[in-house]
């Protein structure tokens, strides 16, 4: 392997056509450039320099190396800076996978408060349902996650912090005022159901379950927009979170909120320290959930 150094001094020669005019401009004493040259000759196995008076010039393999070698400096120079900037926080690009709901909501006033906080680091968003965003994260395909967890369920990666808590609400038909919790889920034994991904159902069943019935599940779609429509239009009910709420909000339908949460998180994968540059999105994130309206709150 080529020391970067011995390359400079070579690179160095070739300019200035002698060792102490190159000593000179890489600011070393003239036995630290010889000796360089000397090296990467034994290296190389090959005849780089040839002396011509009081000056030396290069043979023709010591041309093809230097000119090589300029490239190669200059690609180290080049990934340097870029891992300057990203230290610095003056550069970076961050691949954030998000929910649906948190995309509509968290995503937007996350992104000008990294504007006005980092300006220079870039975000790559791909929307994911957790599981997704989780293999993402194991793959290597994404840097930062945002995900829902309910309170039975145990996040298993290894770096999950808590954002918010996001309260689930009853969706029905109607512009009543919000009725109690505890009279609300009865109300609906035998009433059609629209229920959610596989983690949302089940949450939907057990809700309904301890309030003394087995939900009719009939339709099923994760689109929150799509379950208020089908509310609003007479004959089923559903349960959805304050996210896909304050995302969407029909006004046809009514809700309650109900004595169960789920947990937003900010999720990553792998031992700390983080990019500064995730670190950073990961800030504005768990600031920006903060900020949230009710329902939402931590």
Do not use: K, N
């Not at 808590?162 to 919000?178: K, S």
Request: charged share 25%; glycine share 6%; hydrophobic share 45%.
């Amino acid at each position: 392997m080529l020391e970067l150094r011995r390359l400079q001094a070579l690179v160095a020669v070739a300019h200035t056509g002698s060792v102490s005019a190159a000593a000179d401009e890489l600011r070393y004493g003239q036995p630290t450039i010889s000796h360089h040259l000397r090296r990467l000759e034994a290296e190389t196995q090959t005849v780089l320099l040839q002396r011509v008076g009081r000056g030396v010039r290069l043979t023709a393999e010591g041309e093809a190396l230097a000119h090589r070698a300029e490239e190669i400096l200059a690609l180290a120079q080049r990934a340097e800076d870029e891992l300057q900037q990203a230290a610095g926080l003056r550069a970076g690009r961050v691949r954030l996978a998000a929910f649906p709901s948190a995309t509509a909501t968290l995503v937007p006033p996350m992104l000008r408060l990294l504007g006005e906080r980092a300006p220079a680091v870039a975000i790559e968003l791909i929307e994911a349902e957790p599981p997704d965003a989780a293999a993402m994260l194991r793959a290597g395909d994404v840097d930062l996650a945002l995900t829902f967890t309910y309170a039975d369920e145990d996040a298993d990666l290894l770096s999950a912090m808590t954002v918010a808590v996001d309260h689930l609400y009853l969706v029905e038909p109607g512009t009543e005022r919000e009725r109690r919790p505890d009279r609300a889920l009865r109300a609906h034994t035998g009433t059609r159901w629209v229920a959610g991904c596989e983690r949302c159902r089940a949450q939907l069943v057990d809700l309904c379950a301890a309030a003394g019935f087995e939900p009719e599940v009939t339709f099923a779609t994760d689109d929150y927009v799509a379950v208020q429509a089908l509310v609003a239009q007479g004959s089923l009910v559903s349960i959805l979170p304050g996210l896909a709420l304050a995302a969407h909000r029909h006004p046809g339908v009514r809700v309650t909120r109900l004595p169960a949460t789920r947990r937003v998180q900010v999720v990553s994968y792998g031992a700390p320290p983080r990019p500064r540059a995730v670190d950073a999105v990961a800030a504005a994130l768990e600031d920006t959930a903060r900020m949230l309206p009710t329902p939402v709150g931590v």
